[in-house]
């Protein structure tokens, strides 16, 4: 039993390490010492007889460190999912939950998993706002928010949802006409489809060897959408990065293709954030699990390219 136990300490260790880029962070978040996370990290690395991390500069994970990762993620999220059931088996819902949700995200799939939702608990008053502007969940009315991306350090809770895979994309028709680019350096003599959230300085941010690298790109357009830049693409006009909830079906149909993938932009994961003891939190851990039973990991539009994102995966 104690063995099992030290199994799964080790897991959300390992997990937190990964999630974090960093013993040193990991551990702030544990709560735990420094010197604590590395020994259990060494034992893990012992009893599985693999390296997990290339230790130098940077902490970067190895190919056998990220098959880890995936079942790790997949055994912890099916624990809290059923630990979650027993103790709400039967919950009945009611009262208000306010909820700040990402505009293109709950456009293309969150909505319909809400309304869902809301069918489920039908005494439940969900009032959503949906933004890309990240509200400040201390300061505003609001009970928890939905996030895209890499999260900062902070005081409030995240719950980790999925994965939120983010591509280099351009349709075939423009790279015929300008060329496929073989190296970031090359994005200079491409014209770019920009975020302004993400991209308001005009360079591109990839990670080359392990090291996140800014990379300049003609600005061709700016826009704070991400089906804007869809259909800019779409279009042919020009190379930009967007989330794989938004592109997989028209990279499924060859209709946008894949750049650069040995060097796929971060996009981080799709969360639940909240206060620390908010009066509200049974009901966000019960639309925690049900997000991530309706979302899946890998997440139900991933799984539309898996082969592609695989290949991408395989070439680092």
Same mark, same amino acid.
């Given at each position: *039993?104690?063995?099992?136990?030290? *199994? ?25 010492? *420094? ?60 009262? $208000? ?146 989330p794989t909830f938004i592109a997989a079906e028209y990279i499924e149909s060859e209709a946008l293709s894949i750049v650069l993938p040995k060097y796929t ?9 909240? $206060? ?41």
């Open positions: *039993k104690e063995c099992h136990v030290n *199994k799964f300490v080790d897991m959300t260790t390992f997990v937190a390490v990964v999630d974090a880029k960093s013993i040193s962070e990991a551990a702030k978040r544990l709560g735990i010492a *420094k010197s604590v996370v590395s020994q259990r990290i060494q034992q893990l690395e012992k009893r599985l007889n693999t390296r997990l991390f290339e230790r130098g500069r940077k902490l970067i994970i190895t190919q056998s460190g990220y098959s880890f990762y995936d079942r790790c993620i997949h055994i912890l999220e099916e624990i809290e999912i059923a630990e979650t059931e027993a103790a709400t088996n039967n919950c009945h819902l009611t009262g $208000r939950l306010r909820l700040s949700v990402p505009m293109a995200f709950t456009e293309r799939y969150l909505a319909s998993i809400l309304a869902k939702f809301a069918i489920e608990y039908p005494d439940l008053e969900l009032d959503i706002e949906a933004t890309d502007n990240f509200v400040n969940l201390n300061d505003e009315n609001f009970d928890a928010a939905i996030r895209l991306g890499r999260l900062n350090s902070s005081s409030l809770i995240a719950k980790k949802i999925s994965v939120n895979r983010h591509v280099l994309c351009a349709s075939p028709r423009y790279l015929e006409l300008h060329g496929v680019p073989e190296h970031p350096n090359d994005l200079q003599d491409h014209e770019g489809l920009l975020y302004i959230l993400r991209e308001h300085n005009g360079m591109l941010q990839l990670p080359v060897e392990g090291e996140l690298q800014s990379f300049r790109i003609r600005n061709r357009m700016r826009t704070n959408s991400g089906h804007q830049l869809l259909a800019a693409a779409m279009e042919g006009l020009g190379v930009t990065i967007l932009p971060l996009g981080g994961d799709i969360s639940v954030i909240h $206060r620390q003891g908010h009066r509200n939190s049974n009901k966000i851990t019960v639309l925690v699990n049900y997000l991530r039973e309706s979302i899946g990991y890998p997440p139900i539009w991933d799984q539309i390219i898996l082969k592609k994102l695989q290949e991408i995966d395989h070439s680092y």
